[in-house]
């Protein structure tokens, strides 16, 4: 049985959310789960399907929608039962046409041989990976205060970062008084592994070392509080925000690759 989270009860959606939880717990799902009523895009639009009977749930692929023209599966297989992953993706593609959704991607385990073959009527090929990347606060830090002068003329070069809420720290970078950049980090719980997000470049300032001075200018900070590392995440999308990272030396600590799903 193929079905949708409108035709649960309260009691039957608590009862599979604990069960995803427990999967989660073990580390056996690639992507955290979404439930259909913790989605704001597409509402009336099933976001996760299952296969099995109500006593005994099989699978589960939720349907993710970052965009009205743009969704991402993840799936969770919890039999060896091979119509599951075909009865699973027929369903959540039938209802991705439902809703006019053009582009569809999936992270592929390669645990499933479902994968290798075309048996369901679905087609995959490579089109974007996602990294998280990682550097020590050290070898960015020994860059703090260097490059990006020249590039921005001779008007001073200033940094200045401020406390956010839950633990998050402000920094920005400013040319002659006016912001030219900025990003945000955040603390792990040890406090020894700070991530960083939100990195932006006015226009007016790119193509002059600025994103790449506040990234040192930060570790610097960072390290100066008993920070080690410091990890982002980037799409091979975003080649230019790639080849900066990886120019200050992060390294790839983890990828997740998204395939372009297609009806045959």
Same mark, same amino acid.
């Given at each position: 049985m193929v079905t949708t989270a409108k *035709? $649960?009860? $309260?009691? @039957?959606r608590k *009862?599979? *959310?604990n069960r995803i939880e427990e999967y989660e717990n073990r580390g056996s799902l690639s992507a955290s789960l979404f439930l259909e009523e913790e989605m704001n895009a597409l509402p009336e639009a099933a976001c996760f399907f299952f296969y099995g009977t109500r006593r005994r749930y099989q699978g589960v692929l939720s349907v993710f929608f970052p965009t009205e023209q743009e969704a @991402? &599966? #993840?799936v969770a297989v919890f039999s060896e039962e091979k119509e599951i992953l075909? /009865? $699973?993706? #027929? /369903?959540?593609?039938a209802e991705c046409r439902r809703f006019l959704v053009e =582009?569809?991607?999936t992270v592929a385990d390669p645990r499933f041989a479902f994968w290798e073959g075309r048996e369901c009527g679905v087609r995959?090929?490579?089109? &974007?990976? =996602?990294?998280?990347?990682c550097c020590d606060t050290g070898t960015l830090a020994r860059e703090s205060g260097t490059g990006a002068t020249e590039r921005a003329g001779k008007e001073e070069i200033t940094f200045f970062c401020s406390a956010e809420a839950d633990g998050q720290i402000s920094c920005r970078l400013f040319c002659a008084e006016e912001e030219a950049a900025e990003c945000l980090v955040m603390p792990s719980a040890t406090g020894k592994e700070w991530y960083l997000f939100c990195l932006e470049t006015k226009e007016?300032? *790119?193509?002059?070392?600025l994103a790449k001075r506040l990234i040192c200018e930060t570790a610097c900070l960072l390290a100066g509080k008993g920070a080690e590392r410091i990890r982002l995440q980037v799409s091979s999308k975003n080649h230019p925000a790639e080849k900066l990272y990886r120019g200050l030396g992060f390294w790839t600590e983890e990828q997740r690759d998204y395939y372009k799903t297609e009806e045959q």
């Open positions: *035709r $649960l009860t $309260l009691w @039957e *009862r599979l *959310r @991402e &599966f #993840t075909p /009865a $699973l993706f #027929t /369903a959540a593609l =582009e569809v991607y995959l090929s490579l089109s &974007f990976s =996602e990294y998280m990347l007016k300032f *790119r193509r002059q070392g």
